[in-house]
């Protein structure tokens, strides 16, 4: 209460009314607000911003990803800039929901369009990605082990030539 802040800060009522009245003006336009109830002040978040403070302190725990999402989102990881059909050759499925979940989910993004007929779309990780597995650059990406395949993880660029 304002008295109670009196008594703490050995100032008078009408002292800590007017210094309350002086802040709630500096914080004008600002994130946080001094609120009043009768007696009470509070320092609070401004509702206009309280999303960003909610947001801040209840972060959103990332969904999981399924494991079609993983293996596509690895064979961009390492294999970047890739096309589609480069994925689905790799996998061996279609990829085409798989990479707008990814897209969604701003882990890849279109990075380029292959310069051959029809203009497939180049696909690589985004900034998001890096920040979630923690690398500050894709180079940072562990080596992929020789021994594994990926399910045949071939060169399938320079198959078709």
């Keep these: 209460t304002v008295s109670e802040a009196g008594e703490l800060l050995g100032r008078t009522t009408r002292a800590v009314e007017d210094a309350a009245e002086a802040l709630a003006v500096q914080l004008r336009g600002r994130g946080v607000m001094l609120q009043r109830h009768g007696h ?77 007929p029809g203009r497939p779309r180049l696909f690589g990780t985004t900034l998001r990605f890096l920040q979630i597995v923690g690398l500050e650059t894709i180079a940072q990406l562990p080596p992929m082990p020789e021994d594994l395949e990926l399910g045949g993880l071939v060169d399938v660029e320079s198959e078709k030539a």
């Design 40 to 116: 009470d002040l509070q320092l609070v978040t401004r509702p206009e911003v309280a999303w960003a403070v909610q947001r801040a302190l209840n972060p959103e725990r990332p969904a999981r990803l399924s494991r079609a999402a993983m293996e596509t989102l690895a064979i961009i990881a390492y294999r970047q800039p890739v096309t589609r059909a480069v994925i689905e050759a790799i996998r061996g499925v279609n990829c085409e929901a798989v990479l707008e979940h990814l897209e969604q989910r701003n882990l890849i993004a279109e990075v380029a369009r292959q310069e051959t």
